[in-house]
């Protein structure tokens, strides 16, 4: 039996809707968001693995949309940032104040706050988008 997809991010090749949303707001700024085009290999200790940022917007700033964080996403993202010194991680959440877990008082937020990486809740901020354009 063929499985249907109707998400509006599979239909037009995006994850999420958020995906495709940043992706225009990125366009209509006069970024050229190279959607999950380029290919950062990492380790986690004792195996390979790669990961695909969503928005490689330039060769220092990723941006990654986030609807769910999940444990193992935020530990990837650990692993990440400490093999890619120079490349400036940041997330886009449908929402920063979710909490991390149903038993924590820890928000996305507040994780993003501990360990030092730039987010905002559903757009891209105006200063991440002149900061870009200096660097493209």
Not at 69 to 92: A, C, G, H, T, V
Not at 101 to 115: E, G, H, L, V
Request: net charge positive; with cysteine; hydrophobic share 30%.
């Amino acid at each position: 039996m063929k499985k249907k997809f109707s998400s509006i991010g599979y239909i037009y090749g995006f994850r999420s809707g958020l995906e495709k949303n940043l992706y225009n707001q990125l366009q209509k700024a006069g970024i050229n968001p190279l959607y999950e085009q380029l290919k950062l290999n990492y380790t986690i200790p004792e195996s390979k693995h790669t990961y695909t940022p969503d928005f490689p917007v330039c060769s220092t700033i990723i941006i990654e949309s986030k609807g769910l964080f999940l444990p193992s996403d935020r530990k990837k993202m650990l692993l990440i940032k400490e093999q890619y010194p120079k490349i400036d991680f940041r997330f886009i959440f449908s929402n920063s104040n979710q909490k991390i877990n149903k038993n924590s008082k820890t928000t996305y937020a507040d994780w993003c706050n501990k360990y030092g990486f730039k987010y905002s809740d559903k757009t891209i901020p105006k200063e991440w988008v002149k900061e870009i354009k200096k660097l493209i």
